[in-house]
C-alpha cells in the first residue's frame, strides 16, 4: 500500500477547527486508499511562547531544558490529532520523536537526525492506524529529548518520509506553495509551480523560511517528492523536484531577504599561509555559523578577511575576532551590526550572463548602497543596510520580473 506523510504547520493547527480540517485531509487520503504518516506542528506561536516562559525564568537556560520544554508544544498538538480523528470514525495513534526512534546527535536546539524505526511505524500503519508523530524533534542515545533547530517539522516529516519511501509529502501551511519570493514581503510574487532542491536549498539558506532547509537536503539526498500546500484550499501546490530542463531558460526563480546580519572586517591581516584557517577554525570553535567569507589581498604582504554572522552570533565572533587581531597582529577590526542580505536565485545563471549587472543596475537605481557581494553558481547577494532591504527586494525582483509567470517574462 502506498504511504503518504502530511506535515501540518503551527497555522494549519492553530485551534480545533483547523484541526478537524486536517483531519478531514487525512481522511481523503485514507479514503483514495493511503497509509496516512502525520506530522505535526506546535499549535500557532506556542514555541515562541515557550521560549518567552522559559527567558522568563532564566535568562540563560540550560540548552537541554529548553529542548525538553519546546518539544512539548508538538506532544500536545499529536495527541488532540488522534483524539480529532478517532472521533471522525479513524483509527489514530500518536507518538513523540522519541517513540518512534527518532535518533539525533546529542546538539541541542539544531539536532541532527541520524536515524528511524521505519519498521515500527510500518506495523502501525499496516493496523490500519494513521500514525501522528510529534515533528521538530527526536532523542539522543542518552534518551535525551532534542529539537531540530526552528521550523523542524518540515524535517521530521521528510526524513520520515525517505525512512518510508512514502510516494509523497505535503507541507501544508499558511501560503499556496513556493513562491518567486516571500508574498508578505512582495505582495506581486508569483507561485511556482515547480522548484528545483538546489534552488530551493539556496533560497531556504538565503532566508526562505517557507521550509526548514534540512528538509529539502533529505528530499534531495533520498528522492522524496515535497510537495508544499496550502492547508486552507485544494490549489495544486509546488513540487520541489530535481532540475527539468525548461529551468535552465528562467534567469532568477527567486529572490530573499535575509535581516538581523552583521560584516566583521578583519582589515591587514597578514598575507601568509594559514591566516584564514585560524580564523576560521576559531570560530568554528566558538560555535559561530559563518554565513559568507570575502577574502582580499590588499597588497603583497597584507590581506582583509571579512564575513557575515547572524547578529545572535555577534558577541562571540567580535570577541574571537578581537582576541585574533592581537594574536595575529592585523591593522583593525571593523564591526557593521546593520546588515540585511538580499540575493537572487536561479539554476538559469549557470549558462547566461547578465545577472549580476542586471542585479547591480537595479540596486543602483533604487539608490541601494551595496556594503559586499557574494555568489554561488546559482545564486547573487548583496550585503545592504537594513533599513533598505525591502526597497532592494523590490527592485531586484521587478528586474527579473518575479511578479510574472516564467512564461510571460521578456526572453533571456
Ligand atoms: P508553517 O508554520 O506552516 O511551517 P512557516 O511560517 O514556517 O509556516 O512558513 C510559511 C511562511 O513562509 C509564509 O507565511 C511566508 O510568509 C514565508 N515565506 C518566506 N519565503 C517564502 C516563499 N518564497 N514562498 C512562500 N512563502 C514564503
Ligand atoms: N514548532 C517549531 C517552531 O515553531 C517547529 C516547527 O514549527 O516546524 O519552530
Ligand atoms: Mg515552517
Redesign the pocket.
Known amino acids: 500500500m502506498a504511504i503518504v506523510v502530511q506535515k501540518f504547520?503551527?497555522?494549519?493547527v492553530a485551534d480545533a477547527e483547523k484541526i478537524r480540517r486536517a483531519a478531514r485531509r487525512v481522511i481523503e487520503r485514507k479514503q483514495a486508499g493511503y497509509q496516512v504518516v502525520v506530522v505535526a506542528?506546535a499549535r500557532g506561536q506556542q514555541t515562541d511562547e515557550l521560549v518567552r516562559d522559559a527567558l522568563e525564568l532564566n535568562p540563560n537556560p540550560p540548552q537541554r531544558e529548553m529542548d525538553q520544554l519546546l518539544s512539548t508544544g508538538e506532544q500536545q498538538t499529536v495527541s488532540l490529532f488522534a483524539m480529532a480523528l478517532e472521533a471522525m470514525g479513524y483509527k489514530a495513534i500518536s507518538f513523540t520523536g522519541g517513540q518512534i526512534r527518532m535518533m539525533t546527535d546529542g546538539v541541542y536546539s539544531k539536532a541532527q537526525i541520524k536515524s528511524i524505526d521505519a519498521d515500527f511505524v510500518r506495523r502501525e500503519l499496516n493496523q490500519d492506524q494513521v500514525v501522528i508523530v510529534a515533528g521538530f524533534q527526536g532523542i539522543d542515545e542518552f534518551g535525551n529529548i532534542t529539537t531540530l533547530g526552528r521550523?523542524g517539522?518540515?524535517t521530521s516529516a521528510v526524513a520520515l518520509a525517505a525512512a518510508l519511501k512514502a510516494e509523497e509529502c505535503e507541507i501544508f501551511?499558511?501560503?499556496d506553495?513556493?513562491?518567486?519570493?516571500?508574498?508578505?514581503l512582495f505582495p506581486n510574487a508569483v507561485m511556482l509551480d515547480e522548484i528545483s532542491y538546489d534552488e530551493m536549498l539556496e533560497?531556504a539558506s538565503l532566508g526562505?523560511?517557507?521550509m526548514h532547509i534540512r528538509s529539502v537536503a533529505f528530499g534531495k539526498r533520498y528522492n522524496v517528492k515535497i510537495r508544499v500546500r496550502n492547508s486552507g484550499n485544494d490549489n495544486p501546490g509546488t513540487v520541489i523536484t530535481h532540475e527539468v530542463p525548461q529551468m535552465e531558460g528562467v534567469l532568477v526563480s527567486?529572490a530573499?531577504i535575509q535581516k538581523d546580519m552583521a560584516k566583521i572586517s578583519l582589515i591587514g591581516v597578514p598575507n601568509v599561509p594559514g591566516m584564514a584557517a585560524q580564523v576560521f577554525t576559531r570560530l568554528a570553535e566558538a560555535k559561530v555559523v559563518v554565513n559568507d567569507i570575502i577574502q582580499t589581498e590588499i597588497s603583497p604582504e597584507k590581506a582583509n578577511i571579512a564575513f557575515l554572522v547572524g547578529t545572535s552570533d555577534l558577541p562571540t565572533a567580535r570577541q574571537v575576532a578581537d582576541d585574533l587581531q592581537k594574536e595575529l597582529h592585523c591593522e583593525n577590526v571593523f564591526v557593521r551590526d546593520d546588515i540585511a542580505l538580499v540575493s537572487v536565485i536561479g539554476v538559469g545563471m549557470r549558462s547566461h550572463y547578465g545577472v549580476a549587472e542586471k542585479t547591480f543596475g537595479a540596486l543602483a537605481k533604487a539608490k541601494v548602497n551595496i556594503d559586499s557581494i557574494t555568489t554561488s553558481e546559482i545564486r547573487i547577494s548583496c550585503a545592504v543596510g537594513k533599513d533598505e532591504v525591502e526597497r532592494a527586494l523590490e527592485a531586484v525582483c521587478l528586474a527579473f520580473e518575479l511578479d510574472k509567470p516564467a512564461r510571460q517574462r521578456k526572453p533571456v
Do not use: I
Open positions: 504547520g503551527g497555522t494549519s506542528s521550523g517539522s518540515d501551511t499558511d501560503v506553495g513556493v513562491y518567486t519570493t516571500d508574498p508578505r533560497m526562505a523560511g517557507v527567486g530573499t
